[in-house]
């Protein structure tokens, strides 16, 4: 176990202040050269030096023919060339000193005995230069805190709380996208690939020491090390979050990872009981994984499961409990104290049981600012669920009527919605318990992109919000089961 | 039952010509006047009479006094009025001759014993003069194939295929910019209320017999008129699937419908029967049904449930992997034929087992083209599954790189990705197998919108994927069964 992320055998890999490149050319149609564009485009600040053995340059920067002509060891050497030729690399970058590396290049187990061979001379190389090396067949890593990102795609979010350790790159690079989609981001992302040197307990090492990371994810096709794998869990569980998709578990899961890494996947019964020991919170997808990862990187940890359902009309009130009720939820019973202070904000038509039906209210104040004020201090209650509905259509015709000008609707529902999503949050702040939305407006919303902007995780349909809400409940409960 | 669409008492009220309206004014405050602004916004052609005691004018158009001054008994009477004169007003409609209405107005049985009394007075009037009532406590109907819309929403998106008969008028506001997303619409939705007069029942007969209706949806809190609902739905099932989502099952989604329209909903294990006994397709979310609504009504049934994942990286095509088999479906054994057709098409580090993987091939052509075919052609195979994948940023770089200027970078990567999509769904046109698509890229990416448009559905990860396809799967056993 590593006692701070300086320890960490990847800390100058996802820190890393230089880097040689091999592979990248000035052909855009080669992978190396997309990776050498991604890093330049990520804005990377350290030097890099292209090693090609023909061109002079290569997207503008000055390349050598050999890494040896370097003018320096740098921290890391990204190697994206034909599978023959990768050994005869490395053992170049352990003659010039290079302690770090990322073998990009597939080619090697993933297809067979002739590849496990060439494996296994990588290895050797690694340990006779005491070389750190994350692959083959990944795409390295991406730090949007040190602008490093070694994978094809740029990455399009901002800097987040998400550290992820993935058994595919895809989930790296896939995920820029669809993560920021929900205003979240990685603040460290591992593709490990075939794990001939690093691999996937090591990433968790790092990503349970690196202080952007509020939460971990991981994406699991087979555990190789499963003694490190529990220790490394349970030292970070009790402080961090660790969240888990395990693939590898059907039959069909399994023969398809095998075909991907190598890796092979255990019964699933053995993986779940080393999640359920260690704490880890098992994710039954990709998607509900990185759920998982907002409500408990974004939110306080609840007393318990008592969940009070905000909402302005029945339907999704309804869908909602139902949700909550199958993800092993409780609905909270309100107390008459409750009640009485409800009372002058639900209109004749509304309902004041659990879920509190507003039925269509047109009091954006009362709905945002005084009811979940009251919810949150109701003392049966955990957790605030809330329906989050605001037409965009309907807000505009609203302020045209008013005879607010087309030029200035924009800008007024703006406006309106930065107003409610920030009276939201505010209570967010003030209390320690957490607020979950569901919705079904489109990802980008206004409403939506305000209240989420403040911290409040939105999720669209009451299913997907419940069980990220059971997820962050089943956090609690390692919590306690831990003091 | 019904023998055509014109036997049902719905319709008038869903291809009404002409209607009368009350509760509009020209406040944009009351909830009446955004009713009518959204009938007015999606473009009815048929006459309307707004009756407005005080106003001469209501929203420019000429209105009424008293609904006896009406120049003509309009098809349908609108009513979004006080709780305490929707009954005068319903009698009054009655004497006029109108014969059919929507009451938008709740405060009738949801709201206990007296409003239970008023609603027993609405039946009654409704027995009295013959009259057909949606509602009350509901939002009406939305035909947009006829310009028609009576909720207080604008509907965002285009006719579709999705009929809906929902107890929720939320399920049917909430639904217009959510199904727009993936391209859908609804034919015709119908929110029923607390159905005094005309139920769910009625409306999924309307939709069974509609000739625009591809599937039906249902939102089910409780049914009351358990005979008529299974007759009703064993003779539809067999030419249109149903898909249902019932929210009274567990306690909590229980208690929450009984406060919304004062169903009665029954045991889980009930409903779950009836379902089965009649081959409704149930769903486990609003969300999930119209995941099963979408492949039901945009793909041919498949024979089997075999199913081959076609990727270009190993970690989706894992996920998908294992998502097939969570939903019951079976990955398909790739016969001699296949894996040699396939061979000239792999690259040497992709696998031609099942996942089919490209690794991020750059082959566009034959990931659209080749590859889809050869595997429709499989005879160990009901159904491919593909996983799309195409970063737009990557795009654009690509085409940047060979000198393309930014201004054409948008067109010629349009033009790409239709062409892409365009041989893709050449192949769903051919071939009697359904393809279902899936994706980690935001609702609105390029290449979703491209392939969606030509009727290939596609899923935000893989699991929404293999619940919606074996949803397919069912539905395809229902039919077999019934033959």
Request: hydrophobic share 40%; net charge neutral.
């Amino acid at each position: 176990m590593i006692k701070s992320i300086k320890e960490s055998p990847l800390y100058r890999i996802a820190n890393a202040r230089s880097m040689a490149f091999f592979g990248a050319s000035n052909n855009i149609a080669s992978m190396g050269t997309h990776l050498l564009m991604t890093v330049l485009a990520g804005g990377f600040k350290g030097k890099i030096y292209p090693v090609h053995r023909k061109e002079n340059r290569v997207q503008n920067l000055k390349a050598y023919v050999h890494v040896a002509d370097l003018p320096e060891a740098p921290d890391l050497a990204v190697i994206v060339l034909p599978t023959s030729v990768v050994n005869q690399a490395l053992e170049d970058c352990g003659r010039k000193g290079i302690k770090q590396a990322v073998v990009v290049s597939g080619g090697f187990k993933e297809v067979g005995d002739q590849g496990a061979e060439l494996e296994g001379a990588l290895k050797e190389i690694a340990a006779l230069y005491d070389m750190k090396i994350l692959g083959p067949n990944c795409l390295g890593v991406a730090n949007p805190h040190r602008n490093i990102n070694t994978t094809f795609v740029p990455n399009e979010g901002t800097p987040g709380f998400v550290g992820l350790s993935s058994q595919s790159g895809s989930f790296v690079t896939q995920m820029f996208e669809y993560l920021s989609g929900f205003g979240l981001g990685f603040s460290t992302a591992f593709s490990v690939g075939n794990e001939a040197v690093l691999d996937i307990v090591d990433c968790m090492e790092y990503l349970g020491k690196c202080p952007h990371t509020k939460v971990i994810a991981l994406y699991i096709e087979g555990i190789r090390r499963g003694r490190a794998f529990m220790e490394a869990a349970r030292a970070i569980v009790p402080h961090k979050p660790i969240v888990a998709y395990y693939v590898g578990g059907s039959k069909a899961g399994k023969a398809a990872g095998l075909s991907h890494t190598g890796a092979m996947a255990g019964p699933d019964e053995l993986y779940d009981g080393m999640f359920r020991q260690t704490g880890i919170i098992r994710a039954g997808s990709v998607e509900e994984m990185f759920d998982f990862c907002w409500v408990l990187g974004a939110l306080p940890t609840p007393e318990g499961n008592r969940v009070v359902i905000q909402t302005h009309s029945g339907g999704p009130g309804a869908a909602a409990a139902d949700a909550c009720g199958r993800a092993g939820l409780a609905l909270s019973t309100l107390s008459q104290e409750t009640l009485e202070k409800l009372g002058p904000f639900v209109p004749s038509t509304g309902s004041v049981g659990n879920p509190v039906d507003l039925t269509f209210t047109k009091d954006y104040h009362s709905f945002f600012s005084n009811i979940p004020q009251i919810l949150l201090a109701e003392e049966n209650a955990d957790i605030l669920m809330v329906y989050l509905m605001s037409p965009q259509s309907v807000v505009e015709r609203v302020l045209k009527g008013m005879g607010v000008s087309d030029e200035v609707v924009l800008e007024q529902g703006r406006i309106i919605y930065e107003s409610n999503a920030e009276q939201f949050s505010q209570h967010l702040k003030r209390q320690q318990k957490p607020i979950v939305g569901y919705t079904f407006h489109r990802p980008g919303a206004q409403i939506m992109n305000e209240v989420i902007k403040r911290g409040v995780p939105v999720f669209q349909g009451a299913e997907r919000a419940a069980r990220a809400t059971a997820a962050l409940v089943a956090y609690a409960k390692v919590l306690n089961r831990e003091t």
